[in-house]
């Protein structure tokens, strides 16, 4: 599951009539139709990516600006929020991660783990494996100028005076990882060290794939791949299916922008396809 995890945390994680055709790529799509006085936009982004792949045309721009209001995943403007992200992200009172591994994996873990990282795993001994997974994830970027889309666009919420909200709460977010059993977490974790450059080559391949703006080859690459189909249903179906509701009833109120994990916006299950099972017409917007 190595390989699925580190893309679904960069990212995010057969169709019927509804899906998307082949020449219908793009990471920007609006949404109109039913009773709906005006278009909203959905962007696809991956969370993290270095800054010469970093690209944000200027109808992206145009649109952010024109709607009255911007949703994220989280609400990621919000320092409560931040500071309860980490709360989370601590193991339970008395449990550590050396205890998760096991004395002897973990020292050899560490040890690898320092050489990619700079730092020992040591210093993130009371937090769930995920915060290990998220530093090894940024270091699979082989570059040192980062971009991240989800800190663009809360800059120009800022400058512009718009408030950032969340179609999830982080809460939400968390629990997802929650889920996966720590036995497994360890394991992807373990695989990762030993085989970095691997994940290196992988994520390659993710940027390549992203900037083809093809959200099929995305979805595809990202979270249809048989190791995830125990984790999908609650890393991308009910997520997708929960977000629905809401862009729903603000869509309703005025334009809206919704920038996601572009893993979320294709397939069957994809954020694009519920759309329009709801009667929405949803179409790429070419960049």
């Known amino acids: 599951m190595k390989k699925t995890f580190v893309l679904l945390l960069a990212i995010i994680v057969s169709c019927t009539g509804f899906g998307q055709t082949k020449n219908e790529t793009s990471l920007l799509w609006e949404i109109s139709g039913k009773n709906l006085k005006q ?12 800054k010469e792949d970093f690209f944000l045309p200027e109808i992206v721009r145009t649109k952010f600006s024109a709607a009255h209001e911007v949703f994220l995943e989280l609400d990621m403007d919000d320092p409560a929020m931040m500071m309860k992200m980490m709360s989370l992200m601590q193991l339970p009172k008395g449990q550590t991660i050396k205890q998760l591994f096991g004395d ?5 873990f560490d040890k690898k783990y320092q050489k990619i990282t700079g730092m020992s795993a040591a210093l993130f001994n009371t937090f769930k494996p995920l915060m290990l997974m998220s530093m090894l994830t940024e270091k699979s970027l082989s570059c040192s100028g980062r971009e991240s889309y989800e800190q663009t666009f809360i800059a120009m919420a800022a400058k512009e005076k718009k408030d950032i ?17 720590d ?4 394991a992807n974790l373990q695989t990762m060290v030993a085989n970095f450059d691997k994940s290196i080559e992988e994520f390659k ?3 390549t794939v992203y900037k083809s703006q093809d959200v099929e080859a995305i979805f595809n690459l990202t979270a249809a791949s048989p190791e995830l189909m125990e984790a999908q249903n609650d890393l991308l179906v009910k ?17 809206c922008f919704f920038a996601v994990g572009a893993a979320h916006l294709g397939g069957d299950i994809g954020v694009i396809n519920l759309l329009r099972k ?10």
């Open 183 to 186: 036995s497994v977490e360890i």
């Open 165 to 181: 909200k969340g179609l999830e709460k982080i809460e939400d977010q968390i629990a997802v990882f929650d889920g996966i059993p």
């Open 39 to 50: 278009p909203s936009y959905l962007f696809g982004t991956v969370h993290i990516i270095c």
């Open 278 to 287: 709801k009667g929405y017409t949803v179409k790429p917007v070419k960049l």
């Open 205 to 207: 391949k993710l940027i």
């Open 239 to 255: 997520r997708n299916n929960n977000w629905i509701p809401v862009m729903q009833n603000n869509m309703e109120t005025g334009a």
């Open 104 to 108: 002897s994996a973990f020292a050899a």
